[in-house]
């Protein structure tokens, strides 16, 4: 199924007539009046990004976000913006009263008088919000996070109290740049007094007051513990012409959609939070010395350069463990995890995980670049908080049994490695989770896993009481994605290179996690796991600090492997597709090529051999053959024609087919044309008795692999093959919980 456009009005009036009652909630306290469009500014207002900005096709620009980051340059990304903001939390009434000074660089060449800014919070202020309007929408399509169900004291918001530029009051008001209701108000434009000229930089003194909604889609509190996150203005970003597809200067502010994350200008962060003295604070960035304690309240302070995002905890008695990690290139990191009481056997194994995943990312794609980590875990009930990932802070999952070979300690480990890798592919690459969440769901996933095949670490299917009679089946991250993202989703209904919210289902943005590694396993094996990985890691030094494209993956792998055309199909059916791939044997028959009686033209003349004659003729010739070639049990001097035909349905990738003859002897032909289907032959002393397409399993996006053998015998292979996808789709559940 190619894209789903539906028109937002219509999608959204029945919501507005539901939710009535929000509408009237939302007419409360009015923004301050529109003044008049300041002199300065340009009259052609800038554009928004389109609603369905997706399917990215043309390369960036060479010298896109400032051009590739050298070590010559003085600050990792090409800084942006600035945020200094002094909050203080109240963890009785669950809110967050704050202070932001912005400063904001125009890097185009117009002026700007008006500017966007996210109010993520208010998804979470009533059930007119894009967020929840969308959630009805997919109800019943699929499990998904975000589901709790909030209730009277428990809605999250963020009010403007106030916003100033250079001692001027700045107007306001709600924008919808997706088409949402108009009871959404997490796009903000804000109406400046003084137009920014191009090149020049903008101030703003912001005043907010958040109430944290109780604990959904990975922000707020529950019962002490508060994951503060997405909780501030915070402003869009200001896309130039050769910058993702950008054609002109435009706004990317998406709303907050039900499925999606974020996506934002790198920066500088510098925040202190006063919470309770028995609080314990952990952040993203470097602490800044200890806690400064005023009589009940302790101030702690982080400081951060060259990242997208903040986001903190505060809880009382927590524990904290902490470690360290060296490595080529990077500066000394500190590992931190902090943790609730129930779960300190988890701060061990996390710390573990997480070392290891900075050993492996450095090695493979680049040094890691700041000074932390921090990790933290959960408490009891309080899952939608977990998995979650920010600049050099995540939030991990928790499990009461870690230990080693379990299934519980395996996706303790994943998740941690996963959270930490999205640092890697959100963080430093900067990928842009609204539109193209498979360049870091799916990419992430997909580098988690190559790390854990690198570890020889997989899911172990079994007990404990299994293990000790000797049974201990495991299952590969890879071929896991192979089943849930492609048996799961044999006929896929977007292609992956869709935004987050033009989706059928739930169930089809969660296949972006497995689908692109199936996707990018079979380039794997079909490039070379070597030639792969040199790809990836150019991709990424190439557009670290950049913000790239699909497009721009597609180029770097197209450069490096050498075999553009290959790539290009791949991607032209699977990424920016929705094409499944079939490919099967079909039939398989074996024709003697010996005499046969019948009326042939002999010497010039015409004469008739009989049944009879020929036998008499074939057990000479055999007779003889024998003698010469004591021991061989073939046809002797004749020859079988041998027949194999395949056939596909659906997109074509290049596949080998292996034969085999009744003599143990083999051939293999590589089927690499864009035909529906081919029948190979060969001559040889013995009959075929089976054929097998794609014998080394390169193909992971094969839709079903019980179809690609036929033999002349029962083969109980087929029933194997048929329980092992069975069970690894049970366990799926486990695997599709881990990743959303």
Avoid at 132 to 157: I, P
Wanted: charged share 20%.
């Amino acid at each position: 199924m190619s894209r789903i456009r539906k028109h937002p009005v219509g999608m959204w009036l029945m919501a507005l007539v539901v939710c009535l009652p929000a509408v009237a909630m939302a007419q409360q306290g009015k923004p301050v009046a529109k003044p008049a469009v300041p002199t300065s500014a340009s009259t052609t207002p800038v554009p928004f990004v389109s609603a369905h900005a997706a399917d990215f096709r043309v390369p960036s620009a060479a010298n896109a976000w400032g051009g590739p980051r050298t070590a010559a340059d003085a600050t990792l990304s090409d800084e942006v913006v600035s945020y200094t903001i002094k909050a203080t939390l109240d963890p009785d009434a669950h809110t967050v009263d704050a202070v932001e000074h912005m400063t904001w660089r125009n890097r185009s060449k117009r002026p700007i008088s008006k500017v966007y800014f996210h109010l993520y919070l208010n998804a979470f202020e009533n059930p007119g919000s894009l967020y929840f309007t969308e959630r009805r929408m997919f109800a019943g399509s699929g499990s998904s996070r975000g589901a709790a169900v909030l209730k009277k004291g428990q809605w999250g918001y963020i009010d403007l109290k106030s916003v100033v530029q250079g001692g001027q009051k700045v107007a306001w008001h709600f924008v919808h740049p997706d088409g949402g209701p108009k009871t959404d108000h997490t796009v903000v434009e804000f109406d400046l007094p003084k137009a920014i000229p191009a090149g020049g930089t903008m101030a703003l003194d912001i005043a907010f007051h958040d109430k944290l909604p109780r604990v959904v889609e990975r922000t707020g509190w529950f019962g002490k513990f508060h994951l503060v996150a997405q909780w501030f203005p915070k402003i869009g970003v200001l896309e130039l012409p050769g910058e993702r597809g950008a054609t002109q200067v435009r706004w990317n502010v998406h709303a907050f959609h039900y499925h999606s994350e974020f996506y934002a200008d790198y920066g500088n962060y510098d925040v202190t939070m006063t919470v309770p003295k028995n609080y314990i604070v952990g952040a993203v960035g470097v602490e800044q010395g200890k806690p400064a304690i005023q009589g009940n309240t302790a101030t702690w302070h982080f400081v951060q350069h060259d990242v997208e995002d903040f986001a903190w905890v505060a809880a009382p008695d927590y524990g904290r463990q902490f470690t360290t990690w060296t490595g080529p290139g990077s500066p000394k990191v500190t590992v931190e995890v902090i943790y609730p009481p129930e779960y300190k056997m988890d701060a061990q194994p996390i710390l573990e995980a997480t070392t290891k995943a900075l050993t492996y990312f450095s090695d493979t794609l680049g040094p890691y670049p700041y000074k932390t980590v921090t990790a933290v875990v959960p408490p009891y009930n309080a899952s939608e908080a977990g998995g979650m990932e920010y600049p050099t802070f995540f939030t991990a999952d928790a499990f009461t049994d870690v230990t080693p070979g379990t299934a519980s300690r395996y996706m303790l480990d994943f998740v941690t490695i996963h959270e930490f890798g999205h640092g890697y592919f959100m963080g430093i690459l900067g990928s842009n989770e609204f539109e193209e969440p498979m360049l870091d769901e799916g990419m992430n996933r997909f580098w988690d896993d190559r790390m854990l095949a690198h570890l020889h670490e997989g899911l172990h299917l079994t007990t404990p009481f299994l293990r000790w009679l000797g049974i201990d089946p495991s299952i590969t991250g890879a071929e896991m994605g192979r089943m849930i993202g492609v048996l799961g989703f044999n006929f896929p209904s977007d292609p992956l290179d869709e935004n987050s919210w033009d989706r059928m289902s739930n169930t089809s943005y969660g296949s972006v996690y497995m689908r692109t590694e199936a996707t990018m396993v079979t380039l794997q094996n079909l490039l070379g796991h070597k030639v792969m990985g040199e790809a990836i890691k150019a991709y990424y030094e190439r557009w670290k600090f950049r913000h790239p494209s699909a497009a721009d993956l597609r180029t770097v792998l197209e450069q490096v492997s050498g075999k553009p055309k290959l790539v290009d199909r791949i991607f032209d059916e699977e990424v920016y597709g929705t094409r499944r791939i079939d490919d099967r044997v079909v039939g398989m028959h074996s024709e003697w090529l010996g005499p046969r009686p019948g009326n042939f033209v002999k010497d010039g003349k015409r004469v008739t051999t009989t049944r009879a004659e020929v036998d008499k003729i074939v057990a000479a010739a055999r007779k003889a053959w024998q003698k010469a070639h004591p021991g061989n049990t073939t046809d002797g001097p004749y020859l079988w024609r041998n027949y194999v035909t395949v056939m596909r349905d659906g997109a074509a990738v290049p596949e080998t087919l292996e034969v085999t003859f009744a003599d143990g002897s083999s051939k293999t032909v590589a089927w690499t044309d864009g035909s529906r289907w081919k029948r190979f032959h060969w001559d040889t002393p013995s009959k075929v008795v089976s054929a097998q397409l794609d014998p080394e399993h390169k193909i992971m996006l094969d839709a079903n692999m019980l179809n690609n053998s036929y033999t002349v015998k029962a083969n109980p292979a087929a029933a194997h093959r048929w329980a092992a996808d069975f069970a690894s789709l049970v366990k799926s559940f486990y695997t599709f919980v881990v990743t959303l």
